[in-house]
């Protein structure tokens, strides 16, 4: 096995570095051999972007970069494997071996990637299990511990020890630790049986990946899929996925990282883990030269990492780093420090004070979308988004508010908990109060289930109609969401509780009370996206973390002051031995040291990666209380603002000390006179979809009529099936499809013969689609009309010899003298459908409109007059459109 190893500061091409490696390594090694790996998906789908870009660049020029095409041939075949190449996450690459040695591991060759909360909430449950037994069985695991310390603290201990699992095998340091690893491995065993090798959460797969690296016979089968791999961002490795990288021997590996930016410790990386294999790997020339920062930043940034890293530079990990730039700005960098009596007034007027600097700097020309601020922490919001409102500064969050914290997520997971314990006597009577739609007085200390329900009998009829209700959870919230207006806030509400019921159904929650209990530990956990939200036209704000690997014209580092202080739990893993440490022993303040350590390197590390995010000005601000000491990363960076240094201005703000202002350079911008003072529309006052009419269509009862939304099923499987232009023989592809996990296998051989009979009658109702001159299907929209603006999707549009057909399938019940009646109640859907065409495709004439029932196998053409009425009445009342004829 040969390792190579490739150090890469910020802003050096290392991405670029490494699609031109790839690119030299063809002749030897076929793509088909080879798999690209990163830490993201956003990186590895930036990463094929850029490796095809290359590709066809050399196809087409005969040469990018430095690399020269001498087969032609050889990069042909390289896009053609492209598709299906092995360009990953780490975890991605993990799977991929998994699943090639899947019968000798005892997995299921098709298992399932389990995300972290699932499988939380998995372990979380098995813990109530052992911790149960430990109390109420004598003689079982840990019945001493759990009476030391109680069920609560028992329950929290092993939580905070599974999430060190990167240090597993763990080992007993004392009594009281074993017990503790007693419980935790029953736990971690049933949560496995539970798992059943079909479903494997992040840590699983890198369990279950070091144990394939102890088998010579798997080791074999992943060599010859292998012969090559190249890791980015190895930097971001832990211990465990280090040696699990070692252990699989792959003859050549290729290592692009940067020490400096290793900040991912909350995902057990370790930059010790790179710098070990860095060491004793074959080191390659590093990356030194900036394509991202002008000399002087280049040169400043070079000052920080010596400062901060000298450790890096002892073991060939050069800091120095050159701009490849010739342009500069001579003072790059803007200190702004507030005082105040004290830190959290200091903190106010910090944030008030970076608003107006940024009105300033965008009225000289600088766009909204140049900017970001960046955040250590999230409680740093709290002083940031009140100013920014206040003084008119367009924001977005870069990493939105936690999706499962959101007011009517809450909501729903409350209705889930009351469902799960839906006999009024057993209710929490603070929890009764909180129900959406009533409103009613929080209970006193004097009030009995009893009382509080006899003077609030509206809220019994409520908790009566709960009890009725479906207890599948989906099923459920569907109810709910017709009986308990919690979706009446806004259109991103309704938006988010359709998310919730398909990432509910994606599950398979049979049962409210585990529904309800993961909603509760995922709103606690706060786990955001990686991946930032794009803004346009505003500042975007987003932690350190989300905008690794990210640059920005103007950047902006708020709260510098902000000092997270260390929570050390009860429970610590000593790196070395593997042993787990529990805390008032001897051992626990020597390894909280250790983690200390480690810790205040990373914060280094994290505020180095938040300087170099920086392209081209750099806004640093924090703030002091009354005794004028600094604190967190403000004082780290004493050696900037402390001295006069010619690089960087220090302005010193506040209501009592008003800043200098100072100029930020950027290209003047030329305005035209009418479009600088010409007026914005303001946006549609309501966007709508014509989907279906509020009032109830009259309809037979469908065969299914037992299933849980058996129509909706089959009305969307059968829309999909015939968008896709699925025969019969091709129903199989349907039986994967997500929304089918919550039935049983003769409820889906329902469902499935049903769509089967609609795309049969389809088939038939449409016997040579082969002579259509065009055909459109699934074509969305959006236009304005008045007051409205109006979006959806059309099912089918075609063209013939004759002219154009705009088709809208329907899977409803209905009686035959029942389809009058159905052509008017479907009316002003189709009238918004046909104007969408006319709008979009003048060229669509003459323009025949028509429903297919497909239960019935009927046809239906929509009369002109029937839909120009339609038109006219939404046109006239846009307001009871909203309210009628929409389904949100």
């Known amino acids: 096995m040969r390792i190579r190893a490739r150090s890469a500061s910020a802003g050096t091409g290392k991405t670029t570095s490494l699609v031109r490696e790839v690119l030299l390594s063809l002749p030897q090694t076929p793509l088909r051999r080879t798999a690209i790996v990163t830490f993201t998906r956003s990186g590895a789908a930036d990463l094929r972007l850029r490796l095809e870009m290359a590709l066809r660049e050399i196809i087409e020029k005969g040469k990018h970069l430095d690399v020269v095409s001498r087969d032609r041939k050889l990069y042909l075949e390289a896009l053609s494997e492209l598709r299906g190449a092995t360009i990953t996450t780490l975890h991605g690459f993990f799977r991929t071996l998994l699943r090639l040695n899947a019968p000798g591991l005892g997995l299921d060759p098709d298992f399932a990637a389990q995300d972290e909360l699932e499988s939380h909430l998995l372990f979380q449950e098995a813990c109530f299990e052992v911790i149960a037994e430990a109390v109420s069985v004598p003689m079982s695991s840990g019945v001493p511990l759990v009476a030391q310390w109680g069920t609560d603290e028992t329950l929290r201990t092993l939580i905070e020890l599974r999430k060190q699992r990167a240090y597993s095998p763990f080992q007993a340091y004392g009594v009281l630790e074993r017990e503790l690893l007693e419980l935790y491995q029953e736990a971690a065993k049933r949560t496995r049986e539970r798992q059943a090798g079909r479903v494997l959460d992040p840590d699983d797969v890198e369990e279950w990946a070091h144990r394939l690296t102890q088998s010579p016979d798997m080791l074999q089968r992943v060599h010859e899929r292998f012969k090559r791999v190249f890791i980015d961002e190895f930097q971001d490795v832990s211990p465990l996925q280090a040696r699990i990288v070692h252990a699989l021997k792959i003859p050549l590996v290729d290592l692009v990282g940067d020490a400096k930016q290793s900040i991912y410790a909350f995902r057990n990386a370790d930059v010790n883990a790179f710098l070990e294999l860095y060491q004793n790997a074959e080191q390659l020339t590093p990356l030194t030269v900036s394509y991202r920062h002008p000399p002087t930043l280049a040169r400043i940034f070079t000052e920080v990492a010596e400062r901060f890293f000298p450790e890096f530079e002892e073991l060939g990990l050069p800091a120095r780093v050159t701009s490849a730039h010739t342009e500069d700005l001579t003072t790059p960098i803007e200190v702004r420090l507030t005082r105040a009596d004290s830190i959290a007034l200091a903190r106010k007027q910090e944030a008030e004070d970076l608003a107006l600097r ?30 920014l409102k206040q003084f008119g500064v367009p924001f977005v969050l870069g990493r939105g508010k936690n999706y499962y914290a959101r007011p009517e997520i809450l909501d729903a997971g409350l209705l889930l908990r009351i469902r799960a314990e839906y006999h009024p006597s057993l209710l929490d009577l603070a929890r009764l109060g909180q129900i959406p739609p009533l409103n009613v007085p929080a209970p006193t200390p004097l009030d009995t289930t009893d009382t509080y329900l ?38 991103e509400a309704r938006s988010n509780l359709e998310g919730l019921l398909r990432d509910l159904t994606e599950r398979g929650f049979e049962d409210a009370a585990r529904a309800a209990r993961f909603l509760k530990l995922a709103a606690e956990g706060g786990n955001d996206p990686d991946e930032p939200v794009s803004g346009s036209g505003a500042v975007r704000i987003m932690t350190v973390h989300a905008a690794k690997g990210l640059e920005f014209p103007i950047t902006v580092l708020f709260d510098l002051s902000d000092d997270p ?25 020597r390894i909280r040291l250790h983690w200390q350590r480690r810790r205040e390197g990373e914060d280094l590390r994290l505020l180095y990666v938040a300087l170099t995010r920086a392209r081209n000005y750099l806004i640093l601000t924090g703030s ?48 035209d006179a009418d479009f600088a003072t010409a007026r914005v529309d303001p946006p549609p006052l309501m966007v709508l979809a014509p989907t279906r009419n509020r009032e109830m269509l009259k309809t037979t009862n469908p065969p299914g009529q037992d299933i849980p939304e058996f129509g909706k099923v089959v009305g969307l499987l059968t829309h999909y099936a015939i968008a896709f232009d699925l025969e019969v023989q091709d129903m199989g592809r349907l039986k994967t499809q997500q929304i089918l996990r919550p039935y049983n296998p003769d409820e889906t051989r329902s469902i499935l013969e049903t769509v089967q009979q609609m795309l049969q009658t389809h088939h038939a109702l449409s016997p040579d689609r082969t002579s259509r001159l065009e055909d459109l299907a699934e074509v ?36 035959p003298e029942d389809l009058g009646q159905a052509v008017h109640h479907y009316a002003p859907q189709l009238a918004v459908y046909r104007e969408a065409v006319r709008r979009a495709r003048p060229d669509c004439t003459p323009l025949k409109v028509r429903l297919v029932f497909l239960a019935l196998g009927q046809v239906q053409d929509v009369p002109e007059e029937v839909l120009d009425l339609a038109m006219q009445n939404l046109d006239a009342s846009p307001t009871a459109a909203a309210k009628n004829p929409v389904d949100w």
Request: a negative charge; charged letters at 25%; proline letters at 7%.
């Open 624 to 671: 002091m209380g009354g005794t004028g000491q600094a604190q967190g990363w403000l004082l780290q960076l004493e050696f900037l603002y402390n001295q006069q240094r010619p690089d960087v201005r220090l302005l010193h703000t506040g209501k009592a000390t008003p800043a200098q202002e100072v100029e930020v350079q950027t290209p003047e911008l030329l305005l």
């Open 565 to 589: 202080r260390d929570r050390s739990g009860r429970v610590l893993v000593d790196p070395e031995s593997h042993e787990v440490i529990l805390k008032d022993t001897e051992a626990f303040e």
């Open 780 to 815: 969305p929209f959006a236009f304005r009309q008045g007051e409205v603006t109006w979006n959806g999707v059309i099912d089918r549009l075609f063209q013939t010899p004759e002219g154009w057909i705009l088709e809208d399938y329907k899977t409803d019940f209905l009686a």
């Open 454 to 491: 006899e003077r609030h009998p509206e809220l019994l009829e409520m908790l009566e109609g709960i009890r009725a209700a479906p207890r599948q959870p989906v099923a459920f919230l569907r109810w709910a969401l017709g009986v308990f207006p919690i979706d009446a806030a806004s259109p």
């Open 358 to 387: 940024l009105r300033r700097i965008y009225a000289r020309g600088t766009p909204w979308e140049d900017m970001v601020i960046l955040v250590r922490r999230r409680t740093s919001l709290r002083y940031l988004e009140p100013a």
